[in-house]
């Protein structure tokens, strides 16, 4: 009779440990960004911008029954894959962490999601990640990302072209699995809707001149040339030397050559130029500003994704009622989409009351989530021009 009482408590001593482990007090979400390398200029904002989320949810006590969220940060660089995989190997042995927000560049997101997500069965959700090969990525469901597939950006290019007229160009691309995706996606659409494409190169990042790639390009000709590359790497350093050789005078920008830099180096030499990156004139975008309150570039490319990133993990754990994400990983789709309550930027504290009472929520957020197929964005996109030497709004898709 004692040994079975003894084992009774054995046992609800394993259960109430398992308990805690599932409603730890301390929870830590993984940030792994390239901190350095060709986005360098981006990605401090869109870390600002999941941390934000993190310590909304932290300050209003309800996640988990009180867990406090850690942030944990690391260096994907963008495009060193064994660099990327340690990092984020660090970050689940090491650290200890729950769930991972990024990857950032596709390429180094990709040699995450095997390496190290997959085999460690921890969710991922990309703000930024857009290769069309990551649809297909064998994933086990654990692979979410809140910016939508090259596949979509190909056919806004075209649309945005097309309505300016331009019906030849010249293309090129940063030679890894983003800058490929993207030219193959814009090409097959371009050409689709009657356009040319006279040349569609690569050229590789961290070059000193590129005037021979430039010279290949003017060759080739075109109304226009799209430098789907990086704005703190090769994509500045193509456009440099073609607005040095007179070779091009304008230009389109898809979202990887998007941000402060780019006005930066350039201003009103690019003057007229165009191009897009992911986002939303939504209520939630105009509620993320107004929350980010001037902190941060609230607008800077995939800062509002990170912040909803990292709001859907977090809203998973509570609607699974566990941290572990064999649990949570199902219920990211769930709390993305329809039927529940629309929930905007500010209040994830209401969404998670409502979870914990076994209520449903429409996770909106700052860029219009919409989850569709295997965790995509179905995507909406912010259509630039630079007009006065400032990268300015034209519209949304």
């Known amino acids: 009779m004692k040994k079975l009482m003894m084992a009774t408590a054995a046992t609800a001593l394993m259960a109430g440990?398992?308990?805690?482990?599932?409603?730890?007090?301390?929870?830590?979400?993984?940030?792994?960004?390239g901190f350095t390398g060709p986005i360098e200029s981006l990605t401090p904002s869109m870390a600002d911008g999941a941390e934000l989320a993190m310590k909304e949810v932290t300050d209003s006590g309800m996640l988990l029954d009180g867990a406090k969220v850690t942030p944990v940060r690391a260096d994907s660089t963008c495009i060193d894959a064994g660099a990327a995989t340690a990092a984020a190997e660090r970050l689940v042995t090491s650290d200890g962490v729950s769930g991972i927000m990024g990857?950032?560049?596709?390429?180094v997101t990709g040699a995450i999601l095997s390496n190290v997500a997959v085999a460690n069965g921890v969710v991922m959700i990309s703000p930024s990640a857009t290769s069309p090969a990551l649809s297909t990525a064998e994933d086990n469901g654990l692979f979410f990302?809140?910016?939508?597939?090259?596949?979509?950006?190909?056919?806004?290019?075209?649309?945005?072209?097309?309505?300016?007229?331009?019906?030849?160009?010249?293309?090129?691309?940063?030679?890894?699995?983003?800058?490929?995706?993207?030219a193959d996606s814009f090409q097959a659409a371009f050409e689709a809707a009657g356009g040319t494409v006279t040349i569609n190169a690569a050229h590789e990042d961290g070059k000193a001149d590129y005037s021979a790639e430039v010279g290949a390009l003017a060759a080739a000709g075109g109304d226009r040339l799209v430098v789907a590359g990086y704005v703190d790497?090769?994509?500045?350093?193509?456009?440099?030397?073609?607005?040095?050789?007179?070779?091009?005078?304008?230009?389109?920008?898809?979202?990887?050559?998007?941000?402060?830099k780019l006005a930066e180096n350039f201003g009103d030499e690019i003057e007229g130029s165009t191009g897009q990156h992911p986002g939303t004139d939504s209520p939630g975008?105009?509620?993320?500003?107004?929350?980010?309150?001037?902190?941060?570039?609230?607008?800077?490319?995939?800062?509002?994704?990170?912040?909803?990133?990292?709001?859907?993990?977090?809203?998973?754990?509570?609607?699974?009622?566990?941290?572990?994400?064999?649990?949570?990983?199902d219920k990211v789709m769930e709390v993305a989409?329809?039927?529940?309550?629309?929930?905007?930027?500010g209040e994830?504290?209401?969404?998670?009351?409502?979870?914990?009472?076994?209520?449903?929520?429409d996770y909106v957020g700052a860029t219009a989530v919409e989850l569709i197929g295997a965790g995509e964005s179905a995507g909406?996109?912010?259509q630039i021009v630079i007009k006065g030497g400032e990268i300015t709004t034209a519209k949304y898709r």
Do not use: W
């Open 17 to 33: 440990s398992a308990f805690a482990g599932s409603h730890a007090k301390d929870v830590k979400i993984g940030i792994i960004l």
């Open 103 to 107: 990857a950032d560049c596709s390429g």
């Open 145 to 182: 990302r809140t910016a939508p597939s090259d596949a979509r950006q190909g056919v806004v290019m075209t649309e945005v072209l097309m309505e300016e007229g331009i019906k030849e160009v010249a293309v090129t691309y940063t030679n890894n699995d983003y800058g490929k995706g993207l």
């Open 233 to 260: 790497q090769g994509g500045s350093g193509i456009v440099r030397a073609a607005l040095d050789s007179g070779a091009f005078d304008t230009f389109h920008f898809p979202d990887g050559m998007i941000g402060a």
């Open 285 to 329: 975008a105009a509620k993320f500003e107004e929350l980010v309150g001037g902190a941060f570039d609230a607008t800077s490319p995939f800062t509002p994704e990170s912040y909803d990133a990292a709001a859907l993990i977090m809203l998973a754990m509570q609607a699974a009622n566990s941290m572990d994400s064999g649990a949570y990983k």
């Open 337 to 345: 989409n329809a039927p529940g309550e629309k929930i905007y930027p």
């Open 348 to 361: 994830l504290a209401k969404a998670l009351e409502i979870l914990k009472s076994g209520g449903d929520i």
């Open 380 to 382: 909406n996109y912010r």
